[in-house]
């Protein structure tokens, strides 16, 4: 899935730039939450059915691989869509708001994974695998149908967000989708590109808990999944410090800007 998010980053971010507003979210939600049910009702059903049959496990795990994938994708072009887009349009153009609305929106996105490992480990050693991805499906179905309210409350409440798009409705402009290495050559000539390779750099010599890792730990018998959603949470701890408390330290005395070469 890492590895398809980085070819076909650009395509999705084309694809992004090209489409309307709400449609792009709108669908984007729907088939990341689509796909997500489907990985776990094939995963409920390899755990039901087919965990003894080889051949036929490792066919549907091919199939969740290829759901991990599409998922990924549509997470990509949602952040971009979110991040780039309608924040930008909300905040018009106040770079204060823009930076306590973007603290905000992460402290939420860190809390949730703060929370989540706990819980969902927990989850597990309690009512075990199968019931838990039963839980997992259910609340995607539950979660999606809120999520889309919310995003349609948002989109008719922001003028911005209409105005700008019936504007490109009425003048399209002509765009030309660039290559890969086009938009390679055009990332090496910005200036803080050394910045953002520095800290790409970091991830080669410090252990992130990603999937690999995850997998890992549970090769060893006296690590079990709520050791893990422990270890993760603490993390993820560092984390939500990190944007709650040092961000807006740091702002107050620099510049975002200077706060991001720290």
Request: with cysteine; net charge positive; hydrophobic share 50%.
């Amino acid at each position: 899935s890492s590895l398809s998010g980085i070819l076909l980053a650009n395509t999705v971010t084309n694809l992004v730039n090209h489409g309307q507003r709400l449609k792009i979210i709108k669908e984007t939600i729907f088939i990341q939450r689509s796909f997500a049910v489907l990985s776990a009702a094939i995963l409920l059903i390899i755990f039901q059915f087919f965990e003894d049959h080889s051949l036929l496990k490792k066919a549907c795990l091919a199939v969740v691989i290829i759901c991990g994938v599409v998922e990924k994708l549509t997470t990509i072009a949602n952040k971009i869509s979110i991040s780039r887009d309608w924040i930008v349009k909300i905040c018009l153009k106040d770079e204060e708001f823009m930076i306590e609305l973007n603290t905000k929106l992460r402290g939420i996105d860190l809390f949730c994974k703060l929370v989540a490992p706990f819980f969902i480990s927990s989850f597990i050693t309690i009512a075990g695998f199968k019931i838990t991805l039963a839980f997992i499906i259910l609340v995607f179905l539950i979660s999606s149908q809120i999520e889309f309210s919310m995003i349609l409350k948002l989109y008719h409440s922001i003028p911005a967000l209409k105005e700008s798009e019936d504007q490109i409705t009425k003048n399209p402009p002509k765009f030309q989708p660039l290559t890969y290495w086009e938009s390679l050559k055009l990332f090496c000539k910005n200036p803080i590109a050394l910045q953002v390779i520095s800290i790409s750099l970091v991830y080669l010599t410090v252990l992130s808990f990603g999937n690999t890792t995850i997998a890992y730990l549970l090769s060893f018998d006296d690590i079990n999944n709520f050791s893990i959603g422990l270890l993760k949470g603490i993390s993820t701890g560092f984390e939500l410090f990190g944007t709650l408390v040092i961000f807006p330290f740091l702002n107050k005395l620099t510049n975002f800007i200077n706060v991001g070469l720290i």
